[in-house]
């Protein structure tokens, strides 16, 4: 088994970037790609406990690019030089997210809901916040029972106290993963909420501008749209790619090294980075 989609507590995971390898090689899988949201932070630790355990290690960061009426996820895979332009990139989204996070927390004061930003960051310890850690602050507040509440009744798209952060245009991000030496892939499609017509149409587009291939199996997505996904991925010649979207106890229900209806991802998935 392979893994092309994972999290660590560089973003909003809940193993360290070490013991998430480790958990891969614990579970025997071959390799492991890590895809923290907008940061580079994980990548020497996770790299450096793959090469003591003996995992193929494929440095990745998943980038959230501007897109309505979905969240527009993209992928950039086997990174060779993070030290360019993709580093200033996803560092003012950093910079962005922590802004956009104060003013969540303002809205939540306004709504009577006590709380200081500062406290959730130091928290942190340097690892980056997002709307999970805010939907878990809500729990401990006893403002909502579960994470998928927080969101559904505050924290989503459209919610009370909803706030959009910045996001990278397609072009830009598609450039900096190039220039890093990576590929870009588009992220759990579906995410996009279009229709099936409407997603062959922005394929080809995307096509035009670089985009090298799709992630066409994802926890969330039921096997047989998968399936469909795959199918028009490869018509169109683009590369195929599957992942769990791994972050530990944030999210119980994707397990390392499986994805669509708890299906293994099989090491053919690979030949997508072959260059």
Known sequence: MIDLHTHSTASDGTYDPAALVDLAADRKLYALALTDHDTL???????????????????????????SPGEFHLLGLDLRDTEGAIREAVGRLARSRDERNERIFERMRAAGIEGDYGELRDAAAGGMIGRPHI????????????KQDAFD???????????AKECLELKEAVRVIYEAGGLPFVAHPLSLFVSWTRLGSLFLEWKELGIAGIEAWHPTAKPGHCRRLEKMARDLGFRVTAGSDFHGAN?????????????????SYLEALDR
């Open 251 to 267: 999210r119980p229900d994707r397990r390392l090294g499986r994805t669509a209806g708890d299906r293994p991802i099989e090491d």
């Open 135 to 146: 939907a878990d602050f809500l729990i401990a507040r006893k403002v909502v029972r579960k």
């Open 153 to 163: 009744r505050y924290l989503g798209k459209g919610r009370p106290f909803y706030v």
């Open 41 to 67: 932070g994980g990548i020497p630790a996770a790299r450096a406990e793959a090469q003591r355990r003996g995992i193929r290690f494929i440095p990745g960061v998943e980038i959230e690019v501007a897109f």
